[in-house]
């Protein structure tokens, strides 16, 4: 009888999983063959794919037949797979970020489905409350706005927005214990560690891979939970010296190679020029020239998300007044993820929206827990003028897109010269 029903919650899984990655992968990737690929971004990264596969050079990236040293080869490695697959089009270009959001989605379902709604209910409602939570966040992550247009470019963002996010689950399942002290001893006894571990340090390399250095925020999030949670087991549970140097082992697989072919340039612009420098300048018009601007522009991000997160953020007033008055301390991780994030690329001058597109999963959990535990009707009222608009939205970017004046008139995307 018992394997009977863990067969029955295994094919639920099975078809759970499957249902949510095949109906985020069309959401994102209806459209994608029809539009020209816009902006500098999308013709430049489909562009090194092509000439990658063209020189037979799968470490150091190209484009016009210059290296292009500013950002690293993860998601470039992905465009040539799915070159290989589908021909080289705007469709295989953009086709990886498709596949790397619906895996986001994936991520934070398995996540949310192993979190409690927040009123501690009996063991068969927690499961059921769980799955609830995970639908619900990974629905909500999907239907976001920036979440939306970023799943359709073919650019690094969703690349390492998956990473960072297995990173903070990994993060929170070895905080599991502390974080969650109703939880039953005998199974935290038997927790096992072992394997979070290897994925929250494998994350961080992947991450770092797929956008540089800000694929590792998640160790700002676990170090600052760490210090209030005061747990003395938990370094020892972490291994730090010997994660960060499984981190370095995996980029210098990448990396080494790069710094010898590039002579170190890899290095000096990847992370000199496109990391401390656009920390510390503002780069491509992207944010403020000088001082009295930039001081304007700190609360930019507090602003933005309420475009970035549409048509979610409309229900972030009332999430921040239920987490004022009734927070635990998975509410805590979640929010201090958040705040990581969003001090980070406050402070840094050059600025742009989809910046702080890793928070939205955290956010989408946060808020997949309050909903999880609220009437329906009531938490969508007054909900339904803001969906319509935003499929307006989604519907006129997808089918009349205007495009910049750098791609119009472009009959294939890979004669693109800048």
């Known amino acids: 009888m018992p394997d009977a029903i863990l067969g029955a919650h295994l094919k639920s899984a099975i078809r759970n999983y499957a249902l949510l990655f095949f109906g985020c992968l069309l959401l994102h990737v209806a459209g994608t063959w029809s539009l020209p690929l816009i902006d500098r971004d999308e013709p430049r990264f489909a562009e090194a794919s092509r000439e990658m596969i063209e020189r037979k050079d799968y470490v150091v990236p190209h484009f016009n037949n210059d290296p292009r040293l500013d950002k690293p080869p993860l998601t470039y490695w992905a465009q040539t797979v799915s070159y290989k697959i589908f021909g080289e089009n705007d469709f295989a270009a953009r086709f990886p970020s498709a596949v790397a959001a619906a895996l986001v989605a994936l991520s934070i379902f398995g996540w949310g489905s192993r979190l409690r709604p927040p009123r501690r209910p009996s063991a068969s409602q927690a499961r059921i409350g769980g799955t609830k939570v995970g639908w619900w966040a990974a629905i909500i992550f999907t ?9 359709k470019a073919a650019v690094a963002d969703m690349w390492l927005v998956l990473f960072v996010t297995l990173a903070y689950w990994a993060g929170f399942e070895l905080l599991r214990d502390p974080l969650s002290p109703s939880a039953n001893h005998t199974s935290n006894i038997k927790h096992q560690t072992f394997s979070w571990w290897w ?20 160790l700002l999030t676990v170090g600052s939970t760490m210090f209030f949670v005061r747990e003395t087991q938990l370094a020892r549970r972490f291994k730090f010296a010997r994660g960060v140097l499984l981190t370095l082992a995996i980029v210098a697989i ?9 002579h170190g340039e890899f290095f000096t612009i990847g992370i000199g020029r496109h ?37 979610w953020s409309i229900k972030l007033p009332w999430l921040t007044r239920k987490l004022w008055l009734n927070q635990d301390n998975i509410d805590h991780y979640l929010i201090a993820g958040v705040a990581v994030i969003f001090i980070i690329f406050s402070l840094i001058k050059t600025k742009l929206p989809h910046y702080t ?12 827990q309050r909903l ?10 007054g909900f339904h003028g803001a969906n319509r608009a935003a499929f307006c939205h989604c519907a006129d970017f997808t089918g009349h897109q205007t495009l910049p004046e750098s791609s119009r008139g472009s009959e294939n995307v890979f004669d693109a010269r800048f």
Do not use: D
């Open 372 to 381: 999880a535990t609220e009437n329906s009707m009531r938490f969508f009222s």
């Open 275 to 311: 990391v401390v420098g656009r920390s510390l300048v503002t780069m491509e018009g992207h944010g403020a020239n000088s001082f009295g601007m930039y001081l304007l522009l700190l609360p930019f991000y507090f602003v933005t998300i309420f475009i970035s997160f549409f048509p």
């Open 357 to 368: 597109l890793p928070a939205f999963p955290l956010l989408a959990l946060l808020l997949a």
């Open 199 to 218: 994925v929250f340090y494998c994350s961080l390399a992947f991450g770092f891979l797929a956008k540089g250095p800000i694929g590792w925020i998640p």
């Open 143 to 151: 239907l976001s706005l920036q979440t939306f247009l970023h799943a």
């Open 254 to 262: 990448w990396g080494v190679p790069a710094l010898i072919q590039t």
